[in-house]
C-alpha cells in the first residue's frame, strides 16, 4: 500500500516559498522503439488541483505512473518538494479506475483503512478514531462492517479513497477514477473530492478524459498533444468556489473553457 520515503531528502518538509510541489523536467519515456513522452515540463503548485487531458495515446496515465515512482524515465527528472523522486513515496497516494481490483475483498471497509495504518506504523490504539473519522468524511459512516461486495460501486471509491487519505498524503494522484461509474454518483464523488482535497489542502493530478469533468474539478487543465505525448497548453480556470453542478457548468466561462477544450483535443 505504502512504501519508506524515496526522496533523496525528506519529503514531509515544507515546500519553500515559490517552489513548485511538483515539478517535471524534460522528461523523456520510450517503451521499446516507442515514444510515449517527449520533453515534458511542467510545475505543479503546493494545494493546485490540475486535471490531465488528451487524446488516446498521449501518455496522461504513464505521466502519472512516473509521478507515482512506477515508472522511471529515460530523460529528466520528477521533483517532489525541489527533491527528485527515484519511487513509491507514502505521501504520494493513488486512486485507481477499477476499484474493485484496489479493495481487499475478504477486509471489511474498516480492515481496508487499517491495512493503510498498519504500513504506516500507526499505533493500533490510534486506529479506531482514525478508521471512524475517514469513514465519516467520505459517507461511510455505517458502512464500516461492510465487505466491498456489500457496497455500491460509488461506496467502493470512496472506501478506496478513504484508505488513500490514511496514508495523509500530500499528493493524490488520480487516474479516472469514476469512469465506471453512473452520472449521478459521478457527480456527488466530483464534489466530494473537491471538499477533501480543500479540507486537507491536498495537491491532486488528475486524469480524464471528460472535459466537463476537467474544467469542474480542476484550478488548470493541462492539455497533451500524442505521438509523442507533449504538453501542449494550459488552460486556467477561475470559476467560483465552492461548485455547484449545475450553476458552475452553466457559467460563461465554463462553456468557453468547453468549447476551447474540444477544439483542442479535436485538433490535438
Given at each position: 500500500?505504502s512504501a519508506?520515503p524515496?526522496l533523496?531528502?525528506?519529503?514531509?518538509?515544507?515546500?519553500?516559498?515559490?517552489?513548485?510541489?511538483i515539478s517535471f523536467?524534460n522528461?523523456g519515456?520510450?517503451?521499446g522503439?516507442?515514444?510515449v513522452l517527449r520533453?515534458?515540463?511542467l510545475d505543479?503548485?503546493?494545494?493546485?488541483f490540475?486535471?490531465?487531458?488528451?487524446?488516446?495515446?498521449?501518455?496522461?496515465?504513464?505521466?502519472l505512473r512516473?509521478l507515482?515512482?512506477l515508472v522511471?524515465?529515460?530523460?529528466?527528472?520528477?521533483?517532489?518538494n525541489?527533491?527528485?523522486?527515484?519511487?513509491?513515496d507514502?505521501?504520494?497516494a493513488?486512486?485507481?479506475?477499477d476499484?474493485?481490483?484496489?479493495l481487499?475483498?475478504?477486509r471489511?471497509a474498516?480492515g481496508?483503512?487499517a491495512?493503510?495504518?498498519s504500513?504506516?506504523?500507526?499505533?493500533?490504539?490510534?486506529w479506531?478514531?482514525?478508521?471512524?473519522?475517514?469513514?465519516a468524511?467520505?459517507?461511510?459512516?455505517?458502512a464500516?462492517?461492510?465487505?466491498?461486495?456489500?457496497?455500491?460501486?460509488?461506496m467502493?471509491?470512496?472506501l478506496?479513497?478513504?484508505?488513500c487519505?490514511?496514508?495523509e498524503?500530500?499528493?493524490?494522484?488520480?487516474?479516472?477514477?469514476f469512469?465506471a461509474?453512473?452520472?449521478?454518483?459521478?457527480q456527488?464523488?466530483q464534489d466530494?473530492v473537491?471538499r477533501?482535497?480543500a479540507?486537507r489542502?491536498v495537491?491532486v493530478?488528475?486524469v480524464?478524459?471528460?472535459?466537463?469533468?476537467?474544467?469542474?474539478l480542476g484550478?488548470?487543465?493541462?492539455?497533451?498533444?500524442a505521438?509523442?505525448g507533449?504538453?501542449?497548453r494550459?488552460?486556467?480556470?477561475t470559476l467560483a468556489?465552492?461548485?455547484d453542478?449545475?450553476?458552475?457548468?452553466?457559467?460563461?466561462?465554463?462553456?468557453?473553457l468547453?468549447?476551447?477544450l474540444?477544439?483542442f483535443?479535436?485538433?490535438?
Amino acid at each position: 500500500m505504502s512504501a519508506m520515503p524515496s526522496l533523496e531528502n525528506d519529503p514531509a518538509r515544507a515546500v519553500a516559498p515559490g517552489q513548485p510541489m511538483i515539478s517535471f523536467r524534460n522528461i523523456g519515456l520510450s517503451f521499446g522503439t516507442h515514444e510515449v513522452l517527449r520533453a515534458i515540463d511542467l510545475d505543479i503548485a503546493e494545494g493546485e488541483f490540475v486535471s490531465v487531458v488528451g487524446p488516446s495515446g498521449c501518455g496522461k496515465t504513464t505521466l502519472l505512473r512516473l509521478l507515482a515512482g512506477l515508472v522511471r524515465p529515460d530523460r529528466g527528472e520528477v521533483l517532489l518538494n525541489g527533491q527528485r523522486l527515484t519511487g513509491p513515496d507514502r505521501k504520494i497516494a493513488v486512486v485507481f479506475q477499477d476499484y474493485s481490483k484496489a479493495l481487499l475483498p475478504w477486509r471489511t471497509a474498516s480492515g481496508n483503512i487499517a491495512l493503510a495504518l498498519s504500513a504506516m506504523g500507526v499505533p493500533k490504539t490510534e486506529w479506531p478514531e482514525r478508521i471512524e473519522a475517514l469513514l465519516a468524511m467520505t459517507g461511510l459512516e455505517h458502512a464500516g462492517d461492510k465487505l466491498p461486495r456489500q457496497m455500491s460501486g460509488g461506496m467502493q471509491q470512496r472506501l478506496q479513497i478513504a484508505r488513500c487519505l490514511a496514508q495523509e498524503p500530500t499528493v493524490l494522484l488520480m487516474d479516472e477514477p469514476f469512469g465506471a461509474l453512473d452520472a449521478i454518483t459521478r457527480q456527488t464523488l466530483q464534489d466530494e473530492v473537491l471538499r477533501i482535497a480543500a479540507e486537507r489542502k491536498v495537491t491532486v493530478f488528475f486524469v480524464t478524459h471528460e472535459l466537463e469533468e476537467a474544467i469542474y474539478l480542476g484550478d488548470r487543465v493541462v492539455g497533451l498533444y500524442a505521438n509523442p505525448g507533449r504538453v501542449a497548453r494550459s488552460f486556467d480556470v477561475t470559476l467560483a468556489k465552492p461548485r455547484d453542478q449545475l450553476t458552475t457548468r452553466e457559467d460563461a466561462q465554463f462553456l468557453s473553457l468547453r468549447h476551447e477544450l474540444f477544439t483542442f483535443i479535436k485538433h490535438a
